[in-house]
């Protein structure tokens, strides 16, 4: 895979992803507008701001989410993280990131989005900028005893645990979490 090819993925996904409403067709609009004017815009090199790639894990019941309480943001929220010259997809990204930070290596992930979401942050590069978030909806297969996969916490994670979707903890970020198990869930029903 090269630069320019997971750049032209990134805008074939984007473009073909019908946004559950006008505020995330708005940025949908900008994140195709950032890559039609920035040829490295899924990469972190990219000052200006970046593309990521995240994804809201569900166990196989879709009654628990696998959260991470990020040392950065210090809130539970979705994995993920940046593209990498090796992935193919903004998908691949996310679902290599979740695998990554969760030690969980079996994750089916939706097709498309369910959920964009742009943010500032000072990351790996040290300098403010900005996370063009796609993010996407997994599910981790169950151990032979139906329970969720064990999982490992990553040196990118504070903590990490299996929560059930209507008990999250008091530190979760309470605007797009939500949002993403809503829209995840909807996005798993509707593709079984």
Do not use: N
Not at 60 to 68: E, F, P, R
Not at 94 to 100: I, S
Not at 158 to 186: H, K, N, Q, S, Y
């Amino acid at each position: 895979m090269t630069t320019a090819s997971l750049h032209e993925s990134a805008v074939a996904s984007l473009r073909s992803w019908t946004a559950p409403d006008a505020d995330q067709d708005a940025l949908r609009h900008t994140y195709l507008a950032f890559l039609d004017a920035v040829p490295e815009a899924c990469l972190r090199r990219s000052a200006p701001g970046h593309l990521t790639g995240s994804a809201i894990v569900f166990d196989a019941t879709l009654t628990h989410v696998l959260l991470t309480l990020h040392p950065r943001v210090g809130k539970w929220i979705q994995l993920g993280g940046h593209c990498e010259e090796s992935d193919e997809t903004l998908a691949g990204a996310a679902a290599r990131e979740a695998r990554e930070e969760s030690g969980v290596p079996d994750l089916r992930l939706t097709a498309a989005p369910v959920h964009l979401h742009t943010h500032p942050i000072t990351c790996s590069l040290g300098i403010p900028t900005r996370h063009l978030d796609v993010r996407y909806a997994a599910v981790a297969q169950p151990t032979d005893d139906g329970l969720p996969p064990a999982i490992v916490r990553s040196d990118e994670s504070v903590d990490l645990a299996w929560w059930p979707i209507d008990e999250l903890p008091p530190d979760t970020d309470t605007v797009d979490v939500p949002i993403l198990i809503d829209r995840g869930l909807a996005a798993w029903r509707r593709a079984t």
